[in-house]
């Protein structure tokens, strides 16, 4: 059994795939009304059970980013229903033991690297001083940890892509949702991040989701999915970009 701390002190046991971390039901969302309505996301139905590897791949608009914002509770359905059964998260809204990892970096310049990490922590509730812990040992774990006093613009771009990760793994979550982690990196640097991602998710026990046009990261992964216009497709498919 994996246990991953948190506020909710969420246990995952990643033996047992009949408890899904995640469970999508008829799931819908739609931007906007009337002619001008865009149907991001139409009546998806998926399950994902703990320590799952799940690339989702698909063209450009065809809601990819959408759908890894509702499973991660960042945005709400217009209709039908995301569950985390297996977190035990009572509180409403976005669960903590969810960690997500955005197309760009999104590092405050301000702040140095450590500090970047330990933010949404800090903003979850937890003390400075625990903070700033868990932000090392992120650091750490993903190998970057030489680089905790620097300013994000004394980075490379594969740099702050790891720091980014950093900041995702640093409540130990059960779930890692990854939203084009490579697409403005070089070849040889998307293969250093993903790596550092599958590896440390694996380490932790946490079910990670990558969506990506990328086939090379996609064959990554064990499972793939694929989105066409706001539909998902679960089964068996090859990888498409």
């Known amino acids: 059994m994996t246990t991953h701390p948190g506020e909710q002190g969420a ?26 309505a865009v149907h991001a996301v139409r009546e998806v139905n998926c399950r994902i059970p703990p320590g799952a590897g799940i690339a989702v791949t698909g063209p450009s608009g065809s809601g990819k980013s959408t759908l890894l914002h509702l499973i991660a509770g ?3 359905p217009t209709a039908g229903s995301v569950r985390w059964p297996a977190l035990h998260d009572s509180r409403p809204g976005r669960p903590i033991s969810i960690g997500v990892v955005f ?11 450590t500090e970047n990490v330990a933010l949404p922590l800090l903003f979850a509730g937890q003390a400075e ?20 006093a620097k300013l994000p613009d004394e980075l490379s ?22 939203d084009e982690p490579t697409g403005k990196l070089d070849r040889h640097t998307a293969n250093r991040v993903i790596t550092v991602l599958l590896d440390t998710a694996m380490t932790i026990g946490a079910a990670v989701i990558v969506s990506t046009h990328d086939p090379v990261v996609a064959a990554r992964l064990p499972d793939h999915w694929v989105m066409r216009d706001g539909h998902l497709d679960t089964g068996p498919t090859p990888i498409e970009v």
């Open 74 to 76: 960042l945005d709400a």
């Open 157 to 178: 771009g594969g740099q702050s892509q790891r720091v980014a990760i950093a900041r995702a793994l640093a409540a130990r979550p059960s779930v890692i949702l990854a």
């Open 129 to 148: 001083q625990t903070a700033m812990r868990h932000a090392r040992a992120a650091l750490d774990l993903v190998g970057i940890d030489d680089l905790a």
């Open 11 to 36: 246990v995952i046991d990643a033996t047992d795939r009949t408890s899904a971390v995640v469970e999508c039901a008829g799931v819908s969302r739609t931007f906007g009304s009337g002619a001008t």
């Open 103 to 113: 197309q760009g970096p999104r590092l405050l310049p301000s702040l140095d690297v």
